[in-house]
Structure formats: C-alpha cells, structure tokens
C-alpha cells in the first residue's frame, strides 16, 4: 500500500524542521505507523530543538510503501476515515516523539531553554518497556530500512507472541 504525504510549512513546521535539517521523515512515519498497529510503545528521541526557517518551497512531498504481508498496518490505514490518511500518519509521528519539536514556534533563545528542559525531563521519565530510537539513527538516512527493523526486531517478536 503506498502512502503519500505532504508537508505543508503552514501547517508541519515541526516535521519540515526535520527535514531541514537532515532527517528522513518518511522512514520515521512509516516506523511509527507500523508500530502504531503492532501496539508497540514507540518513541524517538528528540536530542535537542530544531529550527525552521521559511523557505521558497512551501510543500514537501513523500510516498512510503506499507508491504502487504503488513496485515495489521493496512487494516489500520484502511479504517481511517475519508480524506484524513494525510492528518492520521502525521499524528501517528507527533505521537511517536518522546518530545515534541515545539521548539519551532518559540524563539530560537527560547527554544534552547524550554525545549531542552522538556526533552530532558521526557527522556527521565521514560518507560521500561519502551521502543527508544534516539533520531540521530534518522539522519540523512544514515539507517537503512533493514537496519531500522533489526532494530525493531526484538519488539516484533514480543507483539507476535502476544497474538
């Protein structure tokens, strides 16, 4: 199953901050679209606030391919209501940061100050039995899709013993 999206700077300014700055979000969508399915408590870790500047381009656009061996992720994609596919991967992803890039809306002296507490305090109260990909995995791609699921492997197993 394809998914495409776009990233409208209105609107996603946090995520094409990411994209700015190096890091793949369609990889990290996908990733928590999947596991967002399997029931598995899925986080990435934020390392520090990320800047957005405005930019002539005011739309970015990607497509993720969902496999269809996925069974439980195409049920899921599937019973998302008309015309908020786009809405609900993105949500998907905010949900899946321990903490989100709110930095973006702040100023940049701001942003190094509150931000950076919450990601602080996000990355100590975090749960044992979570899922934690720091995003520097994400970087320029630097993960390939096979590496991001050995990663993910050890979760996989554990959703599929439970079912």
């Known amino acids: 199953m394809n998914i495409d999206i776009r990233l409208n700077s209105s609107y996603d300014s946090d995520l094409l901050a990411l994209v700015d700055n190096g890091y793949s979000v369609q990889i990290m969508m996908e990733q928590a679209i999947i596991n967002?399915?399997?029931?598995i408590d899925f986080k990435i870790i934020l390392d520090k606030p990320y800047p957005y500047k405005e930019r002539e381009e005011k739309i970015k656009h990607f497509t993720f391919t969902i496999a269809d061996s996925d069974?439980?992720?195409?049920a899921l994609l599937r019973s998302v209501q008309k015309r908020k596919l786009?809405?609900?991967c993105k949500s998907c992803l905010r949900n899946a940061f321990l903490?989100?890039?709110l930095g973006v809306y702040l100023t940049d002296e701001a942003a190094d100050i509150f931000q950076t507490q919450n990601i602080r305090a996000s990355i100590e109260k975090k749960g044992d039995n979570r899922l934690m990909i720091?995003?520097?995995e994400y970087r320029n791609k630097?993960?390939?899709k096979a590496a991001i699921?050995?990663?993910l492997l050890p979760s996989v197993l554990q959703y599929q013993k439970r079912n």
């Open 36 to 39: 967002y399915a399997r029931g």
């Open 71 to 74: 069974t439980d992720t195409i």
């Open 86 to 88: 786009t809405k609900f």
């Open 99 to 101: 903490c989100q890039n």
């Open 134 to 136: 720091p995003i520097s």
């Open 142 to 144: 630097k993960m390939t």
């Open 149 to 151: 699921y050995a990663q």
